[in-house]
């Protein structure tokens, strides 16, 4: 859902349009002429300006289009203003899509949002393939996070017309396979961020075709795909050395020896590694090669100790973002080492849960570490 706007954007603007909300005292009304003038040149004006130069939600836009036939005729002549589709979280959203394609004004659409939209299933996806490819071919970023009723042939039909796609997130769908994941990078070429947390019906041959076929791939999220294995990961780290954001949450199964070649990726910036068991200090020792790293993320990697985290302070002096939440092998050690080297750059530190580290008050991190604004990252 978008933010909230207080006051909404789209109320003022009607205002405007009607002429209430003056300040008293209230000078006498317009003449009729004037006032349709006022709506037909000011406020277009007004609304092309605002729509311009802010980045009004899609929603807001069509709300605007009602306002009067002339504000209806300015936002339309800006085809820049009908770049993206948002059905978020909205019922029958699958008629909606085909009906929003329909239309002129978005015959050249880039971004296509629809995380957790209700009723879209692979037919939607199919009528799409057949009747609206000319509406895609411009599309480079496509949602379908949390739709769960899409299965392969869904995936198969709607990148079949996606070929500029670059950004493709398919979060929490388990009946997405391999069989898809070749689809889609058979179909879209392009794609540098992937998305494919918590499909738990991939395994290593997803992780095969993806490194053999987007080497420039820059985001890969593999969050809860537990068919995963070592395998395939490592084919992953070989080949898409481009990566900036890699995100492993919550695969427990692979070695220790698949995540030293994590050093691999020279232009890492955002790492999760929650829950690697087994994660030893050695291999975070190999981590800290990575010396672009913004954001690593040590939850529950158990088998971490102060000779690790102590590695990644002096390596990855660029760290904003660390969460060593749960692990009892750290101690006061490890922060008096992040503190010399990350003191100026730390905003998130999440200590909870390291029993060996004795200074975890919000006091004493903040002496410590005076840039935190964050100190829980885990509840």
């Known amino acids: 859902m978008g933010k909230a706007r ?163 997130s398919i979060y929490w769908n388990v009946r997405v396979t391999d069989s898809g994941v070749e689809q889609i990078v058979k179909n879209c070429p392009h794609v540098v961020d992937l998305n494919l947390s918590g499909c738990k019906s991939i395994a290593d041959k997803s992780l095969y075709l993806i490194a053999d076929n987007y080497q420039e791939l820059e985001v890969l999220n593999l969050t809860r795909c537990i068919k995963l294995t070592d395998n395939g990961l490592k084919q992953i780290l070989t080949k898409c050395s481009c990566l900036q954001s890699l995100n492993l949450y919550a695969l427990s199964s692979l070695t220790n020896e698949t995540y030293k070649n994590i050093k691999l990726l020279s232009q890492l910036i955002f790492l999760d590694l929650c829950g690697a068991q087994n994660l030893s200090d050695e291999a975070v020792m190999c981590i800290a090669k990575c010396k672009n790293l913004v954001s690593l993320n040590l939850t529950w990697c158990v088998q971490v100790t102060d000779v690790g985290v102590m590695s990644i302070a002096q390596g990855c002096t660029s760290l904003e973002f660390l969460s060593l939440f749960g692990i009892v092998g750290v101690t006061d050690m490890c922060l008096e080492a992040l503190s010399n080297f990350c003191s100026n750059t730390l905003t998130t530190l999440d200590v909870n849960g390291c029993i060996g580290i004795k200074r975890r008050s919000r006091d004493e991190l903040l002496q410590l570490f005076p840039n935190l604004k964050c100190f829980k990252v885990h509840s």
């Open 6 to 168: 207080t006051p909404s954007l789209t109320l003022s603007l009607c205002v405007l349009e009607s002429g209430h909300g003056r300040t008293r005292p209230s000078p006498a009304p317009a003449p009729a002429p004037a006032r349709q003038q006022w709506s037909r040149d000011t406020v277009p004006h007004v609304l092309q300006v605002v729509s311009t130069c802010v980045k009004l939600p899609q929603r807001d836009l069509v709300s605007l289009l009602l306002l009067s036939p002339w504000a209806h005729r300015i936002l339309l002549s800006n085809p820049s203003l009908w770049q993206a589709i948002d059905l978020r979280e909205m019922t029958r959203a699958g008629d909606r899509l085909i009906s929003a394609l329909s239309l002129p004004r978005y015959h050249n659409v880039k971004c296509i949002d629809l995380e957790f939209a209700q009723d879209i299933e692979d037919k939607h996806l199919e009528i799409l393939k057949s009747k609206c490819t000319e509406s895609l071919k411009e599309l480079e970023s496509l949602n379908l996070n949390g739709c769960q009723k899409i299965s392969d042939r869904g995936v198969a039909s709607v990148t079949s017309a996606c070929h500029k796609l670059k950004a493709l």
